[in-house]
């Protein structure tokens, strides 16, 4: 059996820590393969209310083993604090390994983010301040720290202290800053290590091994496709991979082990940070989809921009990742609209173009082209069979379906577990 990867379809915050909660209940194996605890995904079930960072959403399933993969940049402090929280609240957190290759973040990234931010002011990226961009940085800089290296004191001590002679360099020399102390890191690392130890693994090999027994693995995916590196909307993205490619080199899979590859689309689009939105919303619309929805940011508390559902980004989206199937979270959030807008195209000099432009000016350039469709001004709260949604919301539901070229195999029709409406059985 292959494995499936959900994959954040647009700018993160799709609704993807729901998905993972309800496809892990079958899955033997869930694994986190990219980013950091710049995520946050929000799990409500039986257990309660659940905010995780870097535990893979599998963890409240007794029967499933999570992996936190090689391509998160892993903060151990925030790790360790987040497993301290499940299991306070009665929840095995055994079954949880760490990649030894994953990159660690570390105090000094932490502090590089924020002064970097600070110094390109109103020019900055609006990163989540968690570190991510430098620690991805120091890895492709062969400069990083990886979660093996706690095991072996002695190489760990040499490897930090040219790790942070260099940092130091930067925080000092570019930024004015104070240094960071060497010693107090190191102390840190070995607290970590022992907690940590006896997780810390070659999972690839776990992984292969349980693909090759033809058990189920998720691939659970943080941020999303038009945040990425490549993809995203440079350089207004993250430091990694969010997308199909990001899953399988962030698992140490081959690419064909990808079996199913799930979209994860809201029935609108948000983004936190800076950065081009063509179609951002600043009309009452907007802020009545964010207090209905609560769209404010699970890491940082950010209220999230908003704006309608955006088909050259999400045709760019499927492009790219080569969608099996598409899930479309939070449709019940425009239960309350009169009329709904989606953008089909953007109008570029007189064109009509069908795909973002990878520049930043040029794509700020774009004017969206809106189809206005009616809204169904009913809740969906409790419709559990497609045939049963008012029209205009099974209307909407195709149109977005022809729009990102890709099959709607299930709707979320509301945060809790059981609230979706299955489409088609294809996922
Ligand atoms: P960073 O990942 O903290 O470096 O932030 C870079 C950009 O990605 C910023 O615009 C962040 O707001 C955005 N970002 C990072 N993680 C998430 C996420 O989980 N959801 C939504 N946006 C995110």
Redesign the pocket.
Known sequence: MGATAVIGAQ???EGKGKVIDLLAERADLVVRYS?GN???HTVINHLGEFRLHLVPAGIFNEQTTCVIGNGVAVDPEVLIGEMDQLEASGIDTTRLMVSDRAHLVLPFHRLL?RLEEERLAEHA??????G??PAFSEKTARRGIRAGDLADREALLKKLEAALTYANLLITRVYGHDPLQLDEIFAKCMTWGDRLSGRIQQTELMINEALHEGREVLLEG???TL?DLDFGTYP????SHPGASGAYQGAGIGPVRIERIVGIFKAYCT?????PFPTELHTSEGDHIREFGHEY?V?TGRPRRIGWFDAPMARLSNLVNGYTSVILTRLDVLDQMETISVCTGYRLDGEVVEYPPSGMTVLLRCEPILEQLEGWQQSTNDFRHFQDLPDNARTYVHRLEELIGAPVSMLSVGPRRDENIIVRAAL
């Open positions: 700018w993160g915050d980013g710049n995520a946050g983010d990226i609006g990163t989540t301040l968690r991510i961009g943080a941020q999303g945040l207004f993205v993250t430091s983004r936190v940070g800076e950065g940011g890491t």
